[in-house]
């Protein structure tokens, strides 16, 4: 019958203060967002949405959404800090140069059939065989012509060259293979570093997706707490 009474002169009791106020102090519990429900009902399990609840307890309920919303924002700011950290050192971003490892492997006599291959492959070597050819018909065909060690047909030069030729070959292609290979772990490396950017370019794809979902609507919750703070504060000082 009290109740009535009170009902009757625009007075209604707040679900966790349990005053009796007039409406203008209170807000229909339909009408407080979802997010600051969750809040109430862990102090006060027997909330109802069909009553109502006192501005003062529903201001202290948004401060203590609020403080929680900004401690878990700080506690993932700083676990997202340190794992930027851990994943930003120069070790871990820089590639590591696969020629340098190579030749830290490298033994000696593959060493010695690079640079003689490298050496066979210029025009110095083709210089320098064309020269040593000149002079070894001159010297047997003209300043050597009463004691020529090779004289004309050249059998002895014909027996070198083909002796240069057999010796030259499998060390070209020694080191032909070794290009391969050095090829083949160029590509290996192209392929991790581009699903190392396929994995990145994912991990800053759903980083931005939760900024612009998650942070946009709790920066759009706390305008609304403002916009009702200062809403309440004009109507005390009118």
């Known amino acids: 019958m009290r109740g009535k009474e009170m009902a009757d002169q625009g007075t209604f009791s707040c679900q966790i203060c349990g005053i009796h106020k007039r409406k203008n102090d209170l807000v229909p519990a ?9 809040i109430v009902t862990k102090e006060h399990p027997a909330w109802s949405p069909e009553g109502y609840i006192c501005k003062s307890d529903l201001n202290r309920f948004r401060i203590h959404y609020i403080r929680d919303v900004a401690e878990k ?8 800090k340190g794992t930027v950290s851990d994943d930003t050192t120069v ?10 490892e ?19 492959g210029s025009w110095t070597f083709i210089g320098v065989f ?9 010297l047997n065909s003209t300043i050597l012509l009463s004691r020529a060690f090779d ?28 290009q391969e290979v050095r090829d083949r772990l160029h590509a290996e490396r192209d392929f991790e570093v581009s699903i190392h950017t396929d994995s990145e370019i994912h991990r800053l794809h759903k980083k931005i997706d939760y900024l612009a979902t998650n942070q946009a609507q709790k920066l759009m919750e706390f305008q609304s707490f403002q916009l009702e703070f200062i809403e309440e504060l004009l109507r005390k000082t009118d």
């Not at 292609?173 to 070794?178: A, G, K």
């Open 30 to 38: 339909e009408l407080v967002p979802a997010s600051i429900v969750d």
């Open 73 to 80: 924002e700080k506690n993932e700011y700083a676990s997202f």
């Open 91 to 100: 070790e871990n971003h820089l590639p590591k140069n696969d020629n340098i």
């Open 102 to 120: 190579y030749e830290k492997r490298m033994t000696f006599g593959e060493r010695v059939s690079d640079r003689l291959a490298e050496f066979a």
């Open 130 to 138: 064309t020269a040593m050819l000149f002079l070894w018909v001159i």
């Open 151 to 178: 004289p004309y047909p050249y059998i002895l030069l014909n027996l070198v060259l083909s002796v240069v030729a057999a010796i030259q070959a499998p060390i070209i292609i020694m080191s032909q293979n070794r």
